[in-house]
C-alpha cells in the first residue's frame, strides 16, 4: 500500500518552517525521506528506523511513529535550495530495502 | 565515489521495439533497485538485486521487463514490445546493505514509445 503524504503543496517564506507528513496503513520497518529538483534524480535525506534510530542531513530532522505508522518531516528556517518534491519511502516487508513511495509535497520557498 | 550511472539518459523508441537500459552502481554497494517514475508520481519499484540475485521482481510488472545483473555488478533493464504506456523515467538506485545510509539514485533513463 502506497503510504499517504500531506500536505501535497506547501509554499513558504525564506526561513520559515514546514512539516510534512507521511502515513502507512502497514507496519513499517523503516521509513526514507527523498527531496527530488525537477528534471533531477531523487536525493536521500534520511532513514528512521524502527526502534527510534535516526540519521539527519542539514538543518532537516524526522519523527518516526511506529505505533501510528507516521513519519513527519521538518524543515527549519527553510532555503531557497529546499524547494523540491519530498518523497516518503516505506519499508515494510523486514528491511529488503524494497521502498513504496508516497506521491510526494511539493515545496516552494520564496524569497 | 562516482556516483550511480545510467546508460542512455534518454531514449524514444518506436511501439513494439525492445529496449536496453544499464545501470552502474557505486562500486561498493551490493544492493541495487530498479524503480520508474512517471510525472507527477513517485517512484514506483520494479525489482532488485543483492550481488548478482534478483531477490523480487514486483507483481505489477509485465513479462515484458527483464532485469539482470551479472557477476554483481552492473545492471540492464529490457523492455520487450514496447507499448506507449511504458513512457516513464526508469531510475536505478543502490545501496550498502538494506536501510543504511540510504538508497543512491542515478539520473535516470527517459524512455519516449511513440
Known amino acids: 500500500q502506497q503510504p499517504v503524504q500531506s500536505p501535497q503543496a506547501v509554499i513558504l517564506r525564506e526561513g520559515e518552517d514546514a512539516v510534512i507528513n507521511c502515513s502507512s496503513s502497514?507496519?513499517?520497518?523503516?521509513v526514507h525521506w527523498y527531496r527530488q529538483k525537477h528534471g533531477e534524480a531523487p536525493v536521500f535525506l534520511m532513514i528512521l528506523l524502527k526502534g527510534g534510530e535516526q540519521k539527519g542531513h542539514e538543518k532537516i530532522s524526522a519523527s518516526f511513529n511506529e505505533k501510528k505508522q507516521q513519519s513527519s518531516l521538518y524543515l527549519t528556517a527553510s532555503q531557497l535550495s529546499y524547494s523540491g518534491t519530498y518523497f516518503c519511502?516505506?519499508?515494510?516487508?523486514?528491511?529488503?530495502?524494497?521502498?513504496?513511495f508516497g506521491q510526494g509535497t511539493t515545496l516552494q520557498v520564496k524569497p | 565515489d562516482t556516483g550511480v550511472s545510467q546508460d542512455p539518459r534518454h531514449k524514444i523508441t518506436k511501439r513494439g521495439q525492445n529496449v536496453t537500459f544499464r545501470c552502474d552502481p557505486i562500486s561498493e554497494h551490493n544492493r541495487l533497485y530498479w524503480y520508474r517514475q512517471t510525472l507527477g508520481q513517485g517512484p514506483e519499484f520494479l525489482t532488485y538485486f543483492q550481488n548478482e540475485a534478483q531477490l523480487e521482481k514486483s507483481r505489477l510488472l509485465s513479462d515484458r521487463f527483464s532485469a539482470e545483473r551479472p557477476k554483481g555488478s552492473f545492471s540492464t533493464l529490457e523492455i520487450q514490445r514496447t507499448e506507449q504506456g511504458d513512457s516513464a523515467m526508469y531510475l536505478c538506485a543502490s545501496s550498502v546493505g538494506t536501510s543504511a545510509p540510504g538508497q543512491y539514485f542515478g539520473p535516470g533513463t527517459r524512455l519516449t514509445v511513440t
Open positions: 502497514k507496519a513499517l520497518y523503516s
Open positions: 519511502g516505506s519499508d515494510g516487508s523486514g528491511n529488503t530495502g524494497k521502498l513504496i
